[in-house]
């Protein structure tokens, strides 16, 4: 039995204005809506904004892996303004509420497996830094953080040797310390470092520094060369002075399930753009990282640079400080230790 006539002209009509439709979507070359993939959105958040050395590199990493990806990812870097400290953003990329973020220089209190390499003087320099957390070292602290946090680490990166600031006298050999309050990050490490050398470690979170400088809850802390001018810690202080004290390895990390969801491709290059950021920041950083550079860059600013008798804070260290690690982190001391660039 043939099809009522009414049902037969519905038909061509609807066929008609699909026809129309598809011809249009040709003509405008926009695909209909019901067949875009949406670009997919990883938020990464870091505790400082740019001009910060690791700010600007993870900001041109967003930027490129947004551009590089056409469209298939949209990678958003918060530098300072989505979440105010690095616990609390390391807490938001385990549970992932965004997908990526760094400890910043809270990479040991996060990351315990790291400390090793924070303990004062045991890292040699820049050459046996790099050559150690691009190579089986940082493999292996990898594989553990992945392990252990369900995290991916994308790359190592470094805010250089420490210095301290303060604001009412340099450092410039140990017995200086004596009675200064010095903040520190809340790794254990970093407080046994300044009290080990003589001070009173202050640990607490970067984003309450100024004001507890200001107010005189401490004498000053300490920063890579490349963060006090970035951070402006010449409002707080008047003396840089060069110690070299601990080595600051850090890392930039993504969810491991948001990590396992992208493809072999994103995954290929993200990890080829956060190695070319750990670039950019180790250039950044290593640049500034000398007496003569350090004085052009923090003394217009009204800062004091000096240099201090780092053979003597060495000895203090490896004496006072070096037994309970070394007993603590077993071969993996040994490790670095014995690394030769």
Known sequence: MSAPVSRITLNRR????????????????RAPAFAQTQPKKLVFAH????????????????????T???????????????????????????????????????????????????VPYL??????AYGMLNGSIGDKLSKQIEDNYKLKVVCYFDYGFRHFWT??????????????????????????????????????????????????????????????????IYDVSKYASMTYHNYGPTNAVMNLEIWNSLSSDQQKLMMDLARAAQQKIREATESVDNFAKAKSELEPFGMTVVEAKIDEFRKVAQQKIWPAYKSQFGTLWDEIEGFKA
């Open 14 to 29: 609807t066929l008609l204005r699909a026809g129309a439709g598809m011809a249009g979507i040709l003509a405008t070359g």
């Open 47 to 66: 505790i400082n904004a740019v001009p910060e050395s690791a700010a600007v590199a993870f900001d041109w990493m967003a930027k490129e892996a947004t």
């Open 68 to 118: 590089q990806s056409k469209g298939a990812l949209d990678v958003q870097f918060f530098g300072k303004t989505l979440i105010p400290q690095e616990l609390e953003i390391m807490n938001a990329v385990k549970s992932g509420s965004v997908a990526m973020g760094s400890p910043a220089g809270a990479a040991a209190t996060v990351f315990p497996e790291m400390g090793a390499l924070l």
């Open 123 to 128: 890292v040699k320099d820049y050459a046996s």
């Open 167 to 232: 604001s009412k006298k340099p450092i410039v050999e140990p017995k200086d310390l004596r009675g200064m309050k010095i903040r520190v990050q809340q790794a254990r490490i970093f407080g046994d470092t300044i009290n080990g050398l003589g001070g009173n470690a202050v640990p607490m979170a970067f984003g309450e520094v100024i004001t507890a400088a200001k107010q005189g809850v401490i004498d000053g802390g300490d920063l890579p060369i490349v963060n006090m001018k970035a951070l402006k």
